[in-house]
């Protein structure tokens, strides 16, 4: 089983909508980053937050985390269809390398 | 800044052929990393380079080669292609040794073996 999974698999919305997608893990973190990958394109950085840290925001991106259940969330809101991607949590173990979730596919239909 | 860039972005080998994919990153990023990902799934680490004149190997690093030849660039081999390396290879490259460094991605090669 992986380190991040990422719930639901697939998440269908219509524009100006919030989307909300969650990010769970099974070890101690050093911190938890989120990616966006377009259709046929690389990964890209969307916002990182630390260990210590609960909340953080990034332009309509609001992330949380929740050390004591392993979880965090990304929350989009007043989504556009150019938000339409699938979306990683990637979990940074101390001393170790990046453990990536199989992803979220969002859809923001217009 | 080009960023990272990868070559070549599409590729169709037939079983046992060998090929080298390219990796090249001008951020004078120390790590340097080759992922693939398959349909429904996450990214998962072949090899890494920590730094230059270092590799290591990750999750999934069996039928592969990497070499880093200098900072800037960090190739990948595959040695006699097997239909199970159809994938997408992306590289990825980053300051190591902080506590907080995001990954730059390149766009991706595109593999079927047949």
């Known amino acids: 089983s992986q380190q991040g999974e990422e719930d639901p698999q697939a998440l269908s919305i219509q524009e100006g909508e919030n989307a909300t997608m969650n990010c769970s893990y099974k070890?101690?973190?050093?911190?938890l980053q989120w990616y966006r990958q377009n259709s046929g394109r690389g990964l890209v950085h969307l916002i990182l937050?630390?260990?210590?840290?609960r909340e953080k925001h990034s332009g309509r991106l609001r992330v949380t985390l929740d050390t004591s259940k392993k979880s965090s969330s990304l929350l989009i809101t007043a989504s556009r269809a150019a938000d339409t991607a699938s979306y990683f949590c990637?979990?940074?173990?101390?001393?170790?390398?990046?453990?990536f979730g199989p992803g979220t596919r969002l859809s923001v239909l217009p | 800044n080009a960023g990272v860039t990868q070559t070549p972005k599409f590729q169709v080998l037939k079983t046992g052929q060998s090929m080298t994919l390219q990796c090249a990153q001008d951020?004078?990023?120390?790590?340097m990393y080759w992922y693939r990902q398959d349909p429904g799934m996450g990214l998962r680490l072949i090899y890494y380079?920590?730094?230059?004149?270092?590799?290591d190997k990750g999750e999934v690093p069996n039928g592969y080669n990497v070499s880093r030849l200098n900072k800037r660039e960090f190739s990948l081999r595959l040695e006699s292609a097997a239909p199970s390396q159809t994938s997408v290879y992306f590289c990825?490259?980053?300051?190591?040794?902080?506590?907080?460094?995001?990954?730059?991605f390149g766009p991706g090669t595109r593999l079927t073996v047949l």
């Open positions: 070890t101690s973190i050093n911190n």
């Open positions: 990637a979990t940074i173990l101390y001393g170790q390398n990046f453990v």
């Open positions: 380079s920590a730094s230059e004149g270092t590799t």
């Open positions: 951020m004078n990023h120390n790590s």
């Open positions: 937050i630390r260990s210590n840290e």
């Open positions: 990825a490259s980053t300051t190591r040794g902080q506590l907080e460094h995001e990954q730059f």
